[in-house]
């Protein structure tokens, strides 16, 4: 059997899960790209400047919420499955910290629409999460049994 042939090889060198990864950034850069294009012009209507700039920091933040997955995917993906847990995880809290330390810092600031960039916000990390799933569920990576 070569290289190529045996599953357990492909599942050593991470290429599905990085695969997998890079789909869903793909995928994901479209579906933001959309999202601004369609909810500029609603924040402009609803608060002018202040709900343009809640689009903006919304999908800012999803895109920041994406990349750091997209990239502990990337890192982890030729790990053992303890460690790649533990590096996606380590992710997660980096991002859980990071969206505490940014919504602190706004708490206070008058320049952006509050509800366009929660229902912008909330919109794009779904979307995101959604995609993820997606790209992990079609993705073709082995399962080993124990």
């Not at 045996?6 to 579906?31: C, F, H, Q, S, Y």
């Not at 912008?120 to 997606?134: E, R, Y």
Request: glycine content about 6%; charged content about 15%; overall charge positive.
């Amino acid at each position: 059997m070569t290289h190529s042939e045996n599953p357990l090889d492909r599942l050593a060198d991470g290429a599905p899960v990085r695969r997998a990864a890079i789909k869903a950034l793909r995928w994901n850069a479209v579906v933001f790209a959309v999202i601004v294009i369609v909810a500029s012009p609603i924040g402009w209507i609803v608060d002018r400047g202040q709900g343009l700039w809640a689009v903006v920091l919304g999908v800012a933040i999803a895109i920041f919420f994406s990349l750091t997955t997209v990239v502990s995917m990337i890192v982890a993906a030729r790990r053992q499955p303890a460690a790649m847990a533990g590096i996606i995880l380590g992710a997660w809290l980096g991002k859980m910290i990071m969206l505490f330390a940014i919504l602190l810092a706004l708490k206070d600031a008058d320049f952006y629409n509050r509800p366009v960039f929660a229902i912008v916000l909330c919109l794009a990390v779904i979307c995101a999460a959604i995609i993820d799933a997606i790209a992990v569920q079609k993705s073709r990576i082995p399962l080993l049994g124990s």
